[in-house]
């Protein structure tokens, strides 16, 4: 079975450009949770769609926003782009929106998308 | 939010059992503990997830005492390959899933 994929898998971009990240969950799983890891860092949750709605959202300036597709794909779009968001950015999906209370919800990682803004 | 200590680096040698200990002194009733190894430029992988006592899996076991003030991570006769970063995850809840700064395990031959 197909894990997470996550697309580009490296991006180059200049200060001020947007950029677009896309995500595919695994098959049947219903939530995809965005991530930024600085190096060094641990990941820096930024997002999390559920059954195509926003559930949680972590502290992040507005130039970031996603959305979720009817196929439960994901887009993370970032705007006017800043030397400070070069980064790994993660997506996790999940069968089960982790404020489910159903116990046990493990996030499946992709292997992220490195992004560089010079 | 459901904040998490754990130690910055631990080296251990291959064969040996690890053991790696995370507080979580402000857990909340509903919240469960999560452990998940990250390898350089992979993203992050599920181990074991518990609430109280003990759970056991293929590949570790994960200790609660009963004031879930903290939890142990054991790693039974770790590897080379076992070389990676630890996280110790608390809730979710506030909305939020945090990762701390992880454990850097370095097994050494």
């Known amino acids: 079975d197909a894990g997470v994929t996550q697309s580009p898998t490296h991006l180059i971009k200049t200060r001020g450009q947007q950029v677009t990240l896309r995500c595919s969950p695994i098959?049947?799983?219903?939530?995809v949770s965005w991530y930024q890891q600085v190096l060094g860092q641990g990941p820096q949750f930024i997002f999390q769609y559920y059954e195509k709605e926003e559930r949680g959202r972590g502290n992040f300036p507005d130039r970031f926003s996603a959305r979720q597709f009817p196929n439960y794909s994901s887009e993370l779009n970032v705007n006017a782009l800043l030397l400070g968001d070069s980064a790994l950015y993660l997506c996790a999906s999940s069968s089960l929106s982790v404020w489910s209370g159903a116990g046990r919800v493990e996030q499946f990682f992709g292997p992220g998308t490195r992004l560089t803004v010079l | 939010l459901a904040k998490t200590t754990q130690p910055i680096s631990m080296d251990s040698y291959e064969g040996q059992e690890v053991n790696i200990t995370c507080s979580h002194n402000n857990i909340a009733t509903n919240d469960y503990i999560t452990w998940y190894q990250q390898f350089p430029s992979q993203g992050p992988r599920f181990i074991i997830q518990g609430y109280k006592t003990k759970v056991t899996n293929e590949v570790a076991s994960l200790f609660i005492p009963a004031d879930r003030k903290s939890s142990t991570l054991s790693l039974p006769r770790v590897s080379l390959s076992d070389t990676a970063v630890y996280y110790c995850l608390v809730g979710p809840r506030d909305d939020k899933i945090i990762f701390g700064k992880g454990t850097r395990l370095h097994i050494l031959p």
């Open positions: 098959s049947g799983h219903k939530s």
